[in-house]
RNA sequence: GCUCCCAUAGCUCAGCGGAUAGAGCGUCGCCCUCCGGAGGCGAAGGCGCAGGUUCGAUUCCUGCUGGGAGCACCA
């Protein structure tokens, strides 16, 4: 289906250059059309500002331009007037007749509705969640989850082949820790009297003492002497295991679980780290080679490290790529793994983290570019902090200190699809304020019901249509009248929401467009009826075909979402 | 102290340099009860402050105020 704004844009362009042949308006390079609803419905479908924006280049009055660009305006098929208004805006009115023709399209279409040509043949890769598997998911990690995956399904919407990948550690000193922390409770549960640590070495967590019982059951006292690293093997597979149930309950998935590990056992890193090395972007010392004499005190003396000079692109402060002791930091495999990315080709490649995260991505890209490759294939969104509010008051997360809100648990108390919804349609530089209480209340006060209601309805006319003998087959839609065009031109919106939406990277925006489309259909549901014994049958048919329509298009955007349509509620 | 994010209606939040700044909830009033009332219609109510850029600023820039996050040889 087109894109309507494109279209109107492309004539436009026509118009003006048509216009400047004949020499009613100068020559200029034809700026960028800006094509999009007016705020008000009585001033069209759409608007541009055109006329506006080339006032002073033009040399003319805006309202004299848009009259000069209209005069060489030939209206295409689907616009059925072009008019100028005050200051200068051009405001276009959609064809009636071929509105109606768009209900059989949108059906045509079905849930490919409105997928793009703009990432075809483009390959995209998406990271996000990537915690390591320490501990269940939490409220705090779930959000760039949904974030990450309501932007691969808005880019395979706007036609990109993408990838979604998690990004894990399973070595180092959290995991060692998390081994010897289920040791202990294993230890337990085989009824010794154990001393638990009380520092932060140790995991608190409930989910361990029932991993321990778990393990009891299946191996019984045989690995009460092994050391940390089979009780470390466990508790990583039972808490992956976790993680990907939770997330499946929200509908996010991964394809893709890239060890980190896999960077060390290639030479992956050592490779970057010498290619850093003879482009001059590392050195060996105690202390950073340029930084003022207090970050020099801050950091002190803990023998020779090697840095990566990231000073050169702005950076604050030199990073430390490879510990004194010889071991890498985590930057390092960092760097390995986003030019492990950019190496495999993708044309976008978009990481969901947390603003904790920031200086660390910031140093990922300097990297990137110190190894002389384009960085701006690498997007980041950052996603501000989940606040978890009860009783009106903060609830404070630790997964090391056993006191966190899962996600499990916040499904539970509401619902996947109020959870998908309530973090998915926040902009993810705000703060999000989840307040558990409001989530419990199955009130209205969650716009998800009043969308998922808008499915059902349709569901519920065709049940009725069914047991009655109703059907749209062979419907008229010409029949259609002035209410059901008014959901269709916004169901047409729907294409512009995803261009913008994968453009921009900002997949809520199609959370606040399907609130727009629910507001749109509820007042119509109410005045036109289907199966209302006043209602003639031709007329049945065609209203019929139009629910099938905006069936479509509800289902279209709440998957979209990651969300359920729901036949019944 | 430095870096980044945020500030829009009583509350939670949209708003891609353009016309009269939107929605949900809450409040107040009204309607509908043969396809599911978690419904429909209407009202009151707002861009933190001060400059600047622009034909035009909620949007861009600077400063201020007030929130939040980050500033490891942790990951």
Request: some cysteine.
């Amino acid at each position: 289906m087109k894109l309507i704004p494109h279209e109107i844009a492309a004539h436009l362009g026509d118009a003006i250059r048509a216009a400047q042949a004949a020499g009613d308006l100068p020559a200029f390079d034809l700026p960028v059309i800006d094509i999009k609803p007016p705020k008000h419905a009585n001033q069209g479908d759409y608007a541009a500002s055109v006329a506006l924006a080339l006032a002073k280049t033009a040399g003319l009055p805006p309202l004299e331009i848009a009259n000069r660009i209209l005069k060489h305006f030939t209206l295409p098929d689907f616009i059925a007037a072009a008019e100028v208004a005050p200051p200068g805006y051009i405001n276009l009115r959609l064809d009636e007749a071929w509105l109606k023709t768009q209900v059989e399209a949108i059906i045509a279409e079905g849930d490919a509705l409105f997928t793009l040509e703009m990432g075809k043949g483009k390959r995209a890769l998406v990271e996000y969640v990537s915690a390591n598997p320490t501990g269940p998911i939490t409220v705090g990690r779930t959000r760039g989850g949904v974030i990450g995956d309501s932007t691969a399904r808005v880019l395979e919407a706007a036609g990109y082949t993408v990838e979604r990948e998690y990004y894990f550690n399973n070595a180092g000193r959290q995991m060692r820790n998390l081994g010897n922390s289920l040791r202990l409770r294993y230890l337990q549960a085989l009824g010794r009297e154990i001393e638990l640590p009380t520092d932060d070495s140790f995991y608190q967590g409930e989910y361990l003492i029932e991993f321990a019982e778990d393990l009891v059951k299946e191996r019984g006292d045989a690995l009460a002497n092994e050391d940390w690293q089979p009780f470390k093997e466990y508790a990583e597979k039972r808490m992956f295991d976790w993680i990907k149930t939770s997330l499946a309950r929200i509908q996010v998935k991964h394809d893709v679980f890239f060890n980190e590990n896999s960077l060390y056992e290639t030479g992956a890193i050592w490779n970057v780290l010498e290619e850093l090395e003879q482009r001059g972007y590392v050195y060996k010392a105690a202390l950073p080679e340029n930084a003022d004499e207090q970050t020099r005190a801050e950091v002190g003396g803990k023998g020779e490290a090697v840095w990566f000079r990231s000073t050169q692109f702005g950076d604050t402060a030199d990073r430390v790529l490879v510990k004194s002791s010889g071991e890498p930091t985590y930057t390092l495999p960092d760097i390995a793994y986003h030019k492990n990315k950019l190496d495999r080709g993708y044309d976008l490649c978009v990481n969901c983290l947390g603003s904790d995260h920031l200086v660390q991505a910031q140093v990922v890209k300097y990297g990137v570019r110190a190894l002389g490759m384009d960085d701006s294939r690498l997007n980041v969104i950052l996603n501000q902090m989940v606040k978890t509010v009860r009783d009106g008051k903060e609830v404070r997360m630790s997964t090391r200190r056993g006191v966190f809100d899962t996600l499990d648990e916040l499904i539970d108390q509401t619902s996947a699809d109020a959870v998908r919804y309530l973090i998915g349609s926040r902009s993810p530089t705000n703060h999000v304020l989840f307040d558990l209480d409001l989530a419990v209340a199955q009130t209205n006060d969650n716009p998800v019901y009043y969308i998922q209601n808008a499915h059902v309805r349709c569901a519920g006319i065709f049940r009725e249509a069914a047991a009655r003998g109703v059907s749209d087959e062979g419907a008229d839609v010409s029949l259609l009248g002035a209410d059901e065009l008014r959901f269709v031109r916004k169901a047409l919106e729907l294409g512009e929401v995803i261009e913008a939406a994968a453009r921009t990277l900002e997949a809520h925006r199609v959370a606040f467009y399907a609130l727009e489309l629910a507001q749109t259909f509820h007042p119509i549901y109410d005045s036109v009826r289907v199966l209302h014994s006043e209602v003639p049958p031709p007329l049945q048919g065609a209203r019929l075909r139009f629910y099938r329509a905006a069936q479509v298009v509800f289902r279209r955007a709440l998957t979209l979402m990651g969300m359920n349509a729901p036949e019944y509620m």
